[in-house]
């Protein structure tokens, strides 16, 4: 790998580790507002938004521009986006803004890397960032809790300016501090960046040409027998692991009496699972056995039902952790057979546009749901056994139809045989 790569790694890894330390900065002020708990999934609702409203034009403006750029452009979005929580806009508002910045961002990290390096280093390459981005997940949730803390929030605030009066006053200030200063760092590493020199075809401007272009590629990817069941499986997937966050730090708080900064390191727990079972996976299971692991999915649904049970914190790891493994292994081989079909298909910028696309709609309307259900005063158990029931369920669901398609594919197969 040459150092152009590692100065993207190091730019996606302090980006990705502020985006997620501000979400828990986010939800602590929040709960300093007295706002209500359905504002909560709110927050991510926010957050993803415009990937769903953008999907079909970041690609456009990714490859209209030099992809460091881009990243340089939308880390100062997510900047502003910080800013304006000191300016007393409401935390909603302000992370939608820095959610814009995440939905530019998306398409230019993986787009310089097909620029960058030649194909047979791709596999390795996109391991990297994914291996990067879960360690910026489990370190960015573990800092954001700690942020908050007491301790964490006396020992930033004790820091003075001679001189000038900084203006903050308040734990979630200084938490957003430190939060700006990863992004600040990720933008520096940004300017670093090779111009990669690659030019395409000048992007197409009519946004009604984008969309109806977007709905094709969208429609090719559903309609193709492997790509619709490995689309529908990582969608799931993220709709259900962005609610699933949500869910642990309530349940902490509910069932084990946690505060919340130590809610926020269960959180952590589960994504150090996916990553052992994502590292499991990527070492065990090849391409063409993709979809045996199916089965897994419905599995962890069924044992995320067993979270109402469990009061103990000594209990409550191992079954974290369990959750996380099952959900890491099932999600890499379905999230490279997809890449896989979208080479196939179309172009890969076309294809992550798509998966980005659906995961996030996945999000937005599971979180919408559990934001329904929280301001209904549904009980958090009962929360718990219907996610997990849905979980399992949609799971089941694919499997049958996968196994529908591999039927209606061996009797084409008989057919053309017996023609023969």
């Known amino acids: 790998m040459n150092r152009g790569f590692y100065t993207i790694m190091a730019a996606q ?3 990705s580790l502020a985006d997620n330390a501000l979400f828990f900065v986010a939800i602590s002020l929040l709960t300093a507002m007295n706002a209500p708990p359905s504002l909560t999934p709110l927050l991510k609702l926010s957050f993803v938004l415009f990937y769903v409203l953008l999907a079909a034009f970041v690609g456009a403006f990714a490859d209209a521009l030099p992809k460091g750029k881009v990243m340089f452009i939308a880390n100062l979005i997510k900047i502003f986006g910080c800013i304006l929580i000191f300016f007393l806009v409401h935390p909603l508002l302000a992370y939608a803004v820095v959610g814009f910045g995440a939905a530019v961002y998306s398409p230019a990290k993986y787009g310089i890397l097909t620029e960058l390096l030649p194909p047979e280093k791709l596999v390795a390459a996109n391991g990297w960032i994914e291996g990067l981005t879960v360690t910026s997940i489990i370190l960015g949730t573990v800092m954001g809790g700690s942020l908050v803390a007491a301790r964490s929030s006396t020992f930033l605030l004790g820091f003075d300016v001679p001189l000038i009066d900084t203006g903050i006053d308040t734990p979630t200030e200084a938490a957003l501090c430190v939060v700006m200063g990863l992004y600040l760092l990720a933008t520096v590493f940004n300017l670093y960046i090779p111009d990669t020199g690659a030019k ?3 992007p197409e401007r009519n946004p009604i ?3 109806a272009d977007f709905a094709e590629c969208s429609a090719t990817l559903w309609k193709d027998k492997l790509g619709q069941i490995s689309l529908a499986v990582t969608t799931l997937f993220w709709g259900a692991g962005a609610t699933l966050q949500l869910i642990v730090l309530k349940w902490a708080e509910k069932s084990l009496n946690l505060p919340y900064e130590k809610a926020t390191t269960l959180v952590g727990v589960v994504a150090v699972g996916i990553a052992l079972g994502a590292a499991a996976s990527a070492r065990i299971i090849p391409l063409k056995k ?3 692991v199916i089965p897994l999915g419905i599995a962890m ?19 974290l952790i369990l959750i996380g493994i099952l959900s890491g292994f099932f999600v890499v081989p379905m999230n490279a057979l997809l890449q896989h079909r979208g080479h196939v298909l179309m172009s890969a910028g076309h ?8 995961e996030n709609l996945s999000i937005l309307t599971m979180l919408a749901m559990y934001a329904i259900m929280i301001s209904m005063n549904l009980d958090l158990n009962v929360i718990i056994v219907l996610f997990g029931l849905s979980v399992a369920g949609t799971m089941w669901a694919i499997k049958r139809r996968h196994a529908a398609n591999q039927a209606v594919h061996d009797s084409l197969a008989l057919i053309g045989e017996h023609k023969h």
Do not use: E
Request: glycine letters at 2%.
């Open 200 to 202: 395409y075809a000048p």
């Open 13 to 15: 890894f302090f980006s």
């Open 351 to 358: 294809s992550i546009a798509v998966q980005n696309f659906n």
């Open 209 to 211: 040409k984008l969309i």
């Open 290 to 292: 993709s979809l045996t």
């Open 301 to 319: 649904g069924v044992i995320v039902m067993i979270m109402p049970l469990v009061t103990s914190v000594n209990l409550a790891y191992p079954l």
